[in-house]
């Protein structure tokens, strides 16, 4: 059975994608620490990438070929400064060389060393890379990666090893019938069954403060996308929403800091439209920042990233929850259910399209704002079911396989989707419900096998082709 921790689900990292940005950073980076004892760094000669599938056909307006030289290069993408990103990739370009680790320069022309296969795909997942190196003496040898959503990566001829890392927990998670059972059992709530969990890894005070860090990025992602004029790059002169939107509904007040921020929004109206807006703006901040390179948390990929933070922020501004032990909770919960849609389903758009991105996320925000505001494990896994039953079939299809259009406005429609089903949820009786948690995940899977390749993260098919526009370099 895979383990996974709330840690897992929520990482910190820079946008556009998970996939196409976090996932292939991740194989880079472990790519090259195959070589730093022995033979070593430098003694590599050469590197060659070759790009398959779906990172080839968007990698260009994911970033994919910058994830890949920046892994290359020991860089990280949670402690990188993200204005260093384009003038570390425009060096390599300019110099034609590439510095691994920090120790060794190679020669490198990312024209001929970084191939985009295009029309072809690898058997393992739509999503891989192949990372080739030659020695100083000649050798070669050659690693396959795929990246299976979430930034979550796979080695080639891994797929079944043993983390080293495996552990016995004491309640072994892999459907949502398992996670109701027990919380009936020990009788309490999902967050308290998954922080019992977490203690098998990290103690008590070092989950507290990881989620609370995680709390702390989305938040603070928020406030710079709220405060971050001008166009997202890209190519298509798409303009950022969220400042003028946060301007007009704060009056023209000045905040200090992020926390000053929820402070003024707290003081403002929360009559319905104020408040949908507010939720909208949120998300449209913390996309607009995923798609030019920002600090955001995968929750749980990237191009899904402001459903979460939009749907916290509303928790936390309009709903009461204002206490660290209100942020852990909805923190745990939703970390819960996004790792039970990985498990039994998928949250790789490249396999299953956007219902794998935005209605993951959106499940996964009903749910803990469902417990969060005093629903028990059936009302919050039935909120669960709800937001997704009503993003089923979902495609991807970002327009010049940028995370722009669509997706920037999804997040705002995924937000609004969980608090709703939220609401269905805390009014209704789980046992009157005609489809379980287990049931709509099972046929998120089934649609996400029977979808058509062209709207599975590929710009084939949709807004992609059905919208005319002129994109001279992603």
């Not at 929360?270 to 390179?293: D, G, K, P, R, Y």
């Not at 909770?329 to 935005?358: D, H, L, N, P, Y």
């Not at 608090?419 to 209704?428: E, H, N, P, R, S």
Request: charged residues 20%; negative net charge; aromatic residues 6%.
């Amino acid at each position: 059975m895979e383990q996974i921790s709330v840690f897992d689900i929520f990482k910190i990292g820079v946008g556009p994608s998970s996939s196409h940005t976090m996932g292939p950073w991740r194989a880079a980076q472990q790519f090259i620490n195959l070589y730093q004892e022995k033979p070593g760094i430098k003694e590599i000669k050469r590197i060659h990438v070759d790009l398959y599938g779906s990172l080839a056909k968007t990698g260009k307006g994911h970033g994919t070929d910058i994830a890949v030289l920046l892994g290359l290069m020991g860089e990280d993408p949670v402690t990188i400064p993200v204005n260093t990103i384009d003038p570390k990739f425009e060096k390599i370009h300019q110099t034609k060389t590439l510095e691994i680790c920090g120790e060794h320069v190679i020669t490198f022309d990312p024209e001929t060393d970084l191939i985009f296969h295009f029309n072809k795909s690898l058997p393992g997942h739509p999503n891989a890379l192949t990372l080739t190196v030659v020695m100083m003496d000649g050798s070669e040898e050659s690693h396959t990666y795929y990246s299976v959503g979430g930034g979550f990566v796979v080695k080639e001829g891994e797929e079944e090893k043993k983390s080293a890392d495996s552990v016995q927990l004491p309640f072994p998670i892999e459907t949502a019938s398992d996670l109701k059972r027990y919380c009936d059992e020990q009788g309490v709530g999902i967050s308290e069954i998954v922080l019992r969990n977490e203690l098998t890894w990290r103690s008590q005070e070092e989950t507290f403060a990881g989620c609370l860090e995680i709390w702390n990025v989305m938040r603070d992602c928020v406030y710079r996308g709220v405060n971050t004029q001008g166009t997202l790059p890209g190519g298509l002169n798409v303009k950022r929403r969220a400042y003028e939107m946060s301007r007009r509904l704060l009056n023209g007040i000045a905040c200090k800091d992020s926390k000053d921020f929820i402070k003024q929004i707290q003081a403002t109206s929360n009559i319905f439209q104020n408040t949908l807006n507010w939720v909208s703006c949120f998300a449209l901040s913390v996309n607009e920042e995923n798609a030019a390179f920002g600090r955001v948390v995968t929750a749980p990929t990237n191009g899904a990233s402001g459903v979460i933070p939009a749907v916290l922020m509303y928790y936390v501004c309009f709903a009461g929850g204002t206490e660290d032990k209100d942020i852990i909770r909805f923190m745990t919960v939703a970390a819960e259910i996004g790792s039970i849609f990985k498990k039994r389903s998928t949250i790789s758009a490249a396999m299953g399209g956007c219902q794998a991105e935005i209605g993951v996320s959106s499940a996964m925000a009903a749910a803990a704002l469902t417990e969060c505001l005093g629903g028990d494990p059936d009302q919050a896994m039935m909120a669960a079911e709800i937001a997704m039953e009503h993003h089923l079939g979902l495609t991807c299809d970002p327009i010049g396989g940028l995370v722009q259009i669509p997706c920037i406005e999804r997040n705002t429609m995924g937000a609004i989707k969980a608090i709703t089903a939220c609401q269905l949820a805390l009014q209704g009786n789980p046992d009157t419900a005609k489809v379980s948690l287990d049931g709509v995940i099972k046929t998120m899977w089934e649609t996400a096998l029977d979808m058509n390749e062209k709207y599975k993260e590929t710009s084939d098919g949709g807004l992609a082709t059905n919208i005319s526009v002129n994109i001279s370099e992603c």
